[in-house]
């Protein structure tokens, strides 16, 4: 493989639709409510995660899939081979070396999480395979795990003081968005899954019941979001952050629903989009609120 080939699969950009969770826990830190944030260190926390960790989670899973079709950002995906298995590997080995710089949580967080990402890929186990319970894990594990860890990494919290309502039901948001998001990044890789006989979640649900699991749970998120900030005046600066992405949502989703063919690589791409980016513009304007 050349360089720009394994660059490819390590799909570094699809980090910025993860980005929101890591925003989220940073805009939430009571040392950045203090004014004694040490953004240094958030830099370094920032960057092993999604430059690092992510990447290399994205890697190992482009070299035992080898897909044919599209995936993640990838319209068309050049072939893989050993190369980026040992990339993958590198990459995460880095981010734990670096990462005991942070402290052994982050180091155990990047642990685990490796080692799920490589369960969900991995032929031997390869969770993919099980849609429910590839869902939960990547709901939890990119949601309200990440979430939970970057705020510890952050303020160098003791473990127990993220067992309190508060950080909990902010992982729960985090989780409840990524069951809303995650099967419809599936939707379009229906015949490639199947291909290889991995039912996804997005899969069982159909093409349809994709849509309707992204509604459902995108609206309890919001329920929740309201919960969370109490119904302050902040809390409507969410819903107008992911008005465009949620009017493409219901402009799309029409679509669907009169054709399933229009459930295409480029609609998710830019339906993920959207959200992403109204996501993370939410949560950059709760920083800037809060760091002001």
């Given at each position: 493989m050349t360089f720009r080939t394994v660059w490819l699969h390590l799909r570094v950009p699809f980090s910025f639709f993860l980005l929101p969770v890591f925003l989220f826990a940073l805009s939430q830190s009571e040392q950045l409510h203090r004014g004694t944030l040490d953004w240094g260190r958030v830099a370094v926390i920032g960057a092993v995660i999604h430059l690092l960790l992510y990447p290399a989670s994205n890697a190992y899973n482009s070299y035992f899939d080898k897909d044919e079709g599209s995936i993640g950002i990838l319209e068309t995906p050049p072939p893989v081979d050993k190369t980026l298995f040992y990339v993958a590997w590198a990459l995460d080995l880095l981010a734990l070396v670096i990462g005991v710089w942070i402290g052994w949580p982050f180091v155990a967080y990047l642990l685990i999480y490796g080692l799920i990402s490589k369960a969900y890929s991995h032929p031997i186990i390869r969770l993919k395979k099980y849609p429910i319970a590839s869902w939960l894990v990547i709901g939890l594990f990119q949601g309200g795990f990440t979430y939970l860890m970057s705020l510890q990494a952050i303020d160098g919290l003791p473990i127990l003081e993220l067992a309190k309502p508060r950080p909990l039901l902010a992982a729960l948001?985090?989780?409840?968005?990524?069951?809303?998001?995650?099967?419809?990044?599936?939707?379009?890789?229906?015949?490639?899954?199947?291909?290889?006989?991995?039912?996804?979640?997005?899969?069982?649900?159909?093409?349809?019941?994709?849509?309707?699991?992204?509604?459902?749970?995108?609206?309890?998120?919001?329920?929740?979001?309201?919960?969370?900030?109490?119904?302050?005046?902040?809390?409507?600066?969410?819903?107008v952050c992911l008005l465009p992405g949620v009017l493409y949502f219901l402009f799309w989703a029409n679509r669907v629903f009169r054709d399933e063919r229009q459930a295409d690589f480029r609609s998710a791409m830019t339906m993920t989009l959207l959200a992403g980016t109204g996501l993370n513009v939410f949560f950059l304007f709760l920083l800037v609120l809060t760091d002001s």
């Open positions: 948001l985090c989780t409840l968005n990524l069951l809303a998001i995650y099967p419809i990044t599936q939707v379009y890789q229906h015949e490639e899954d199947g291909r290889r006989g991995d039912l996804t979640m997005s899969r069982l649900l159909g093409v349809r019941g994709t849509f309707l699991n992204t509604l459902i749970w995108f609206t309890l998120s919001l329920a929740g979001f309201y919960a969370y900030f109490r119904g302050e005046t902040v809390f409507w600066l969410f819903p």
